[in-house]
């Protein structure tokens, strides 16, 4: 039987740019990740045919998706098609965030 609650710690964890971390949950078609900036952390522009969309939980993220820039700050939320260029760095504070993505990205498992 699979579980329903798991604790941070038993997800698969990645540094996927230097000072940017991720903590994945997967199900059936749906990710999840727990994303921790370190303070100025940058996460270089990119690509992938997966849809994302995020909330911004604690700090400050300046991002450029599709080529236009904004500041996203707690309580906000992004979406990002897939194919679509996009990056972004953290404040001075640092950043924590949820992404959603479809379909599951094997290379964050």
Not at 1 to 19: L, T
Not at 57 to 65: A, D
Not at 83 to 108: E, S, T, W
């Amino acid at each position: 039987m699979p579980a329903y609650i798991i604790d941070r710690q038993e997800c698969s964890h990645h540094e996927i740019f230097p000072g940017v971390t991720i903590d994945t949950l997967a199900g059936e078609g749906l990710m999840l990740s727990y994303v921790t900036f370190e303070p100025h952390a940058v996460v270089e522009d990119h690509n992938h045919p997966h849809e994302q969309m995020g909330l911004l939980l604690e700090g400050e993220l300046t991002f450029t998706i599709g080529g236009e820039t904004q500041v996203v700050r707690p309580g906000q939320m992004w979406r990002i098609p897939g194919n679509v260029m996009h990056g972004c760095q953290a404040g001075d504070q640092g950043a924590k965030a949820l992404d959603v993505f479809h379909p599951i990205r094997k290379d964050y498992l």
